[in-house]
C-alpha cells in the first residue's frame, strides 16, 4: 500500500512540474510536439530512474556509513551527467536513425531539476531503497504526463488564436496555473 502512496504522491500530489516547479523551462522549450514531449519526458524519467537510483545506492551504502551524505549533491549532478554521456554514447552508436531527435534534449536534461530534486527528496524522507525507486520513476512519469498534456494545450491554444496580448507564454502561464490549481486537488496523498 505505501508503494502505491509513493507513486501516486510523486505523480500527482507532489508533481515536480506544478507543484515544486522544477524543470519549469520543458514548459516553453520541450512541449511543442507532443513527439518531442514523449521523448523528452521519457529520457528524463529513464536519467531520473537510473541516475537517481545509482545516486541514492551510493549514498545508502557508502555515504551514511562512512558519515559524508553532505557529498550526495554534488555526487549526483556527476551521476546525472555521466548517465547522459552513456545515453548519448549508446544513441550515438545504436540509433543512428533517431538521434536528431536525441541528441538536441541532453543538454536540457542535464539542467533538468527533476532529476535532482527527487534524489534530495527521497533521501530527506528516508525512503528505502525500493520505495525510492519507485518515487523517482513516478516522478518522471509525473513530469511526462503534464509535459505531454502541456504539449497538446500548446496545439490547441495556437489554433484558438487567443488575443495578442494573451499569446505564446502569457497563455501558457495562465494554463499552467490552472493545472497546477487542478492537481493540488491530490494533495491530500501523502506517504
Not at 38 to 59: R, W
Not at 104 to 125: E, K, Q, R, T, Y
Not at 147 to 161: C, D, G, H, T
Request: with cysteine; aromatic share 10%; net charge positive.
Amino acid at each position: 500500500m505505501q508503494a502505491l502512496l509513493v507513486v501516486l504522491a510523486a505523480l500527482l500530489a507532489d508533481n515536480f512540474l506544478l507543484s515544486k516547479l522544477f524543470g519549469v523551462e520543458s514548459f516553453f522549450t520541450a512541449s511543442e510536439k507532443p513527439s518531442q514531449a514523449a521523448l523528452y519526458g521519457g529520457l528524463v524519467t529513464g536519467v531520473t530512474v537510473i541516475g537517481g537510483g545509482l545516486s541514492i545506492a551510493l549514498y545508502k551504502l557508502v555515504y551514511l556509513p562512512l558519515n559524508i551524505a553532505y557529498l550526495t549533491t554534488f555526487s549526483t549532478v556527476i551521476i546525472i551527467n555521466a548517465v547522459i554521456c552513456v545515453i548519448q554514447l549508446f544513441s550515438s552508436r545504436l540509433l543512428k536513425k533517431h538521434i536528431n531527435k536525441i541528441e538536441p534534449a541532453l543538454p536540457m536534461i542535464s539542467g533538468n531539476c527533476v532529476v535532482l530534486g527527487a534524489v534530495l527528496i527521497a533521501v530527506h524522507n528516508e525512503l528505502n531503497f525500493g520505495l525510492s525507486l519507485l518515487f523517482l520513476l513516478g516522478a518522471g512519469v509525473g513530469f511526462t504526463i503534464v509535459i505531454l498534456i502541456f504539449s497538446s494545450v500548446q496545439i490547441k491554444m495556437e489554433k484558438a488564436a487567443p488575443s495578442e496580448s494573451f499569446r505564446g507564454i502569457p497563455i501558457l502561464l495562465i494554463t499552467a496555473a490552472l493545472a497546477a490549481m487542478a492537481f493540488s486537488g491530490f494533495y491530500g496523498l501523502k506517504f
